[in-house]
T-cell receptor
Framework: DAGVIQSPRHEVTEMGQEVTLRCKPI?????LFWYRQTMMRGLELLIY????????DSGMPEDRFSAKMPNASFSTLKIQPSEPRDSAVYFC?????????FGSGTRLTVV | SQQGEEDPQALSIQEGENATMNCSYK?????LQWYRQNSGRGLVHLIL?????REKHSGRLRVTLDTSKKSSSLLITASRAADTASYFC?????????FGTGTRLQVFP
């Protein structure tokens, strides 16, 4: 298995633009997590899914953030409109037999 | 916030010395995990200790857990320059991982 795959690896966008981050979990894993990492706030859990259903989105900072998991092999995290304070590294992780596996992250810069 | 805390925030040692990092968490747990992150990279799982365990070893790593104090420690023995990274504890309370603030370890050759 190639592990958890995130795309893009890097994203630079202008303030106000829509940003979509993508994640492909490990096949057979039934939970998926989105985390955000910044210097100021560390690693924050934004939202997680179990069997494609959102379970807890209390970490989503505001309505500009939304996440979907239309099927077991794909999830998106969307920010619309983006703001400079959204600049961070966004990690996706999946959980199943063998525990948690993290993707390499998407480094988002909003200018 | 449910986020745990780690101390020290930063640690600098010489190669060959031992490095100890401490973690406190806030909720009840099924297990506690430690992760490593090299600069600009993703998180790599190091070791997991279950809530009914008090100590666990893996190579040069030794982890302790005190559930009464909601605390854990990670000891890296005989450190190497390649151990330079950030280390995070993560509490697993059944359905999600909550990370600590991390310790930046610098090992000088």
């Amino acid at each position: 298995d190639a592990g958890v795959i995130q795309s893009p690896r890097h994203e630079v966008t202008e303030m106000g633009q829509e940003v979509t981050l993508r994640c492909k979990p490990i096949s057979g894993h039934n939970s998926l997590f989105w985390y955000r990492q910044t210097m100021m706030r560390g690693l924050e859990l934004l939202i997680y899914f179990n069997n494609n259903v959102p379970i807890d989105d209390s970490g989503m900072p505001e309505d500009r953030f939304s996440a979907k998991m239309p099927n077991a092999s794909f999830s998106t995290l969307k920010i619309q409109p983006s703001e400079p304070r959204d600049s961070a590294v966004y990690f996706c992780a999946s959980w199943g037999l063998g525990g948690y596996t993290f993707g390499s992250g998407t480094r988002l810069t909003v200018v | 916030s449910q986020q745990g805390e780690e101390d020290p925030q930063a640690l600098s040692i010489q190669e060959g010395e031992n490095a100890t990092m401490n973690c406190s968490y806030k909720t009840s747990i099924n297990n506690l995990q430690w992760y490593r992150q090299n600069s600009g990279r993703g998180l790599v799982h190091l070791i997991l200790i279950r809530s009914n365990e008090r100590e666990k070893h893996s190579g040069r790593l030794r982890v302790t857990l005190d559930t009464s104090k909601k605390s854990s420690s990670l000891l890296i023995t005989a450190s190497r320059a390649a151990d330079t990274a950030s280390y995070f504890c993560a509490s697993d309370n059944t359905d999600k991982l909550i990370f600590g603030t991390g310790t930046r370890l610098q090992v000088f050759p």
